[in-house]
């Protein structure tokens, strides 16, 4: 008798359809941007393929190198990856997922690209950090009308060309951002790098930042103090007469994830820069930039917990265990309902935002009040809630899922990095009180959005009037910031299930997150949910 034949294993997750998941389908549609429906399926498959999947287990498992000197002692600062990593920014860059909205003047834009974000994502989410502060640079660099003349048309072509030339010359350019220091982190205006006007435009730089993600870009929009205050610059790696920038790459970051990217610490040692936006005026204008990679946070969020219900629910499929299949098993089918529950809202909620963020461009006030409240506090729960999520599919794989060859580790180590990234939590529900405080009209937005799903389930309204009641409080509003964000994004991910999601969902979610029927970790839905329902929604397709 032999002790090596295998039983009892779970098929790997192959040549599926990333793309085909009801939620994402029917936001694409629902926010306007039903005429990407062909190419996301497109790219849907390629996600969800052998040769994809390969690309970004290898990119992650062989991590970028920092040469900071040629082999005759020349200073070259570069940063060299895995080929794969070309691969993988290749296809983002000619699908668009970088900065195609700003390309194409066409409604729905921002809703076909954060689909494909949410798609593409669920490869290797390393490589996106580039992409997603690509599109978050133009309305910024915007703010100096020269510089965009000049690099909007390359920062948003569908070419990705690598390597370190006059930025110019080259086909199309990746950005990047360059904020944080080490005394000051999220507290920007902490920031002591300076500025110096040259007297011919320019500005010279000098000084360190702690966190320089993707230093291989090809450009940064980077703070700094200047003779005004602090002020955003254009900084590009190298300079109009070809040659290199000031910027040192003094050391990269060993991370807990996000493997595959390069972060940095870059040193200034007299680079130059152009001033983007007024003295002074530096963390407005960056702002912009800010709140497009919060949107990002909150899609690529919604992408992991989606990967994460598709692999535990695969495996459930397939593995036996006392008896029957796991996804016949009642407890099973409680935690994998409760992870897609989860998973639903997140999507919806970050396809509404997109679909704000569209309107709002084009220049629609009212989407704009709402998704700069609703935006802030997305961000904060979806992206809080990301690594509980991916830490209990891992666990519906049991000791499998703790092994590199699930992917389950990978997608855990990058859970909570969206939650870190452009403001940890607390900046994230501190941010919300204050465009509460600032823009009050922001408040009623919320709420007329919220509310057209009233009287659609009681557990819902009774939950709005708690969260009014909290919002008219204001004795010690900051220590309960995060309980009242919490259940801002609790109400508004409630009403968009009613109106937009499965009926079963809305139920359960309701029954759950807004009723207080429901335990602390996941697999605790009350008895009475459709947990077939459910689960059929979110299962697999190829």
């Not at 669920?122 to 965009?148: F, K, W």
């Not at 003349?149 to 930025?167: H, M």
């Not at 997150?513 to 190829?542: E, Y």
Request: charged share 20%; hydrophobic share 40%.
């Amino acid at each position: 008798m032999t002790t090596h034949e295998v039983t009892n294993q779970v098929p790997p997750l192959r040549d599926h359809d990333v793309a085909a998941y009801a939620p994402l389908l029917e936001g694409l549609e629902r926010e306007g941007a039903g005429w990407a429906g062909p190419e996301l399926r497109e790219l849907g498959k390629l996600a969800g393929g052998e040769q994809a999947q390969e690309w970004a287990r290898l990119v992650e498992r062989n991590h970028p190198i920092l040469h900071t000197h040629d082999r005759y002692g020349h200073r070259i600062d570069e940063v060299e990856f895995h080929p794969h990593w070309h691969d993988l920014m290749k296809v983002a860059v000619e699908h668009g997922v970088h900065a195609a909205p700003w390309r194409e003047n066409r409604a729905g834009a921002h809703v076909a690209r954060a689909a494909k974000l949410f798609v593409w994502g669920q490869t290797d989410a390393g490589h996106l950090c580039p992409i997603s502060m690509t599109y978050a640079a133009v309305p910024a660099l915007r703010a100096n009308a020269e510089l965009a003349k000049t690099y909007e048309p390359l920062l948003s072509s569908p070419v990705y060309d690598y390597g370190l030339r006059v930025p110019s010359s080259k086909k199309g350019l990746i950005a990047g951002m360059s904020m944080t220091e080490k005394q000051g982190g999220s507290d920007v205006r902490a920031n002591t790098t300076t500025a110096t006007p040259t007297g011919d435009g320019s500005y010279v730089l000098t000084g360190h930042k702690w966190f320089t993600s993707a230093p291989m870009s090809d450009l940064f929009l980077t703070l700094a103090q200047a003779p005004g205050g602090l002020s955003c610059f254009f900084v590009p790696r190298v300079l109009p007469d070809g040659t290199r920038n000031a910027i040192r790459l003094q050391r990269l970051k060993d991370k807990l994830g996000n493997r595959s990217n390069a972060s940095s610490e870059i040193e200034y040692e007299g680079a130059h820069g152009w001033l983007v936006g007024e003295e002074g005026r530096g963390v407005p204008t960056i702002i912009q930039m800010v709140n497009l990679t919060r949107l990002d946070c909150a899609i690529s969020s919604a992408a992991g917990m989606r990967m994460g219900v598709a692999q535990a629910q695969h495996h459930a499929t397939h593995r036996s265990a006392f008896g029957a299949k796991l996804i016949d098993q009642p407890l099973m089918r409680n935690v994998l309902a409760d992870l897609a529950v989860e998973a639903e809202a997140a999507t919806v909620v970050g396809m509404r935002l997109a679909g704000a963020t569209d309107r709002a461009m084009a220049g629609d006030e009212a989407e704009a009040m709402f998704r700069r409240l609703g935006l802030a506090v997305s961000k904060y729960w979806v992206c809080k809630r990301a690594p509980a999520h991916a830490a209990e599919a891992l666990e519906c794989l049991g000791g499998n899922g703790y092994v590199e060859e699930s992917g389950m580790p990978r997608l855990y180590r990058e859970s909570p990095l969206p939650s870190i990234w452009e403001g940890s939590g607390n900046v994230a529900a501190l941010d919300s009180l204050r465009a509460m405080a600032k823009q009050p009209e922001s408040v009623e937005a919320f709420f007329g959005e919220v509310e057209l799903a009233s009287g659609a389930d009681p557990r819902l309204d009774e939950a709005v009037a708690r969260l009014r009641k909290q919002l008219s409080d204001f004795a010690d509003v900051e220590y309960r910031a995060r309980r009242i964000v919490e259940s801002m994004a609790l109400v508004l991910q409630g009403s968009l299930l009613h109106r937009h999601g499965h009926p079963a969902v809305a139920d359960a979610f309701c029954a759950s997150r807004l009723d207080g029927d429901w335990g602390i970790a996941f697999g605790t839905l009350p008895s009475g949910v459709d947990t077939a329902a459910i689960l059929a929604r979110s299962a697999t397709h190829g």
